[in-house]
Nanobody, 124 residues
């Protein structure tokens, strides 16, 4: 059974940076896409970024140019470097993993494996 564990969430001031990490344990396919979503209470889970098994990144328009997703040297690790953070980035951030078509990366319903989340709070 695959488990995803996120870390790195914290409280920072606007303009600051954070680096989120996600480690997948159990069986993971090297071709699986890994991604990051975020959610605030009462809102749908929003796709932030994803990276394919071959290293192709995808970003939502709201974070493009500020966030960077990468895979670790070990294939079951993914990072989200978040720079120039804004108060509207405040959310619970979730790591996800699955094999899926790239055009579906931003749809939460397309992903089958999720972590428990790590909280990011950005104050103005």
């Amino acid at each position: 059974r695959v488990q995803l564990v996120e870390s790195g969430g914290d409280s920072v001031q606007a303009g600051g940076s954070l680096r989120l990490s996600c480690v997948a344990s159990g069986y993971t396919s090297v071709s699986a896409t890994m991604g990051w979503f975020r959610q605030i209470p009462g809102r749908e889970r929003e796709g932030v970024a994803a990276i394919s098994g071959t290293g192709i990144p995808y970003y939502s328009d709201s974070v493009k140019g500020r966030f960077s997703i990468s895979r670790g040297n070990v294939k079951n690790t993914v990072f989200l470097q978040m720079n120039s953070l804004k108060p509207e980035d405040t959310a619970m951030y979730y790591c996800a993993s699955d094999k899926l078509a790239s055009e579906n990366w931003s749809r939460a319903s397309a992903w089958g494996r999720w972590g428990q989340g790590t909280q990011v709070t950005v104050s103005s």
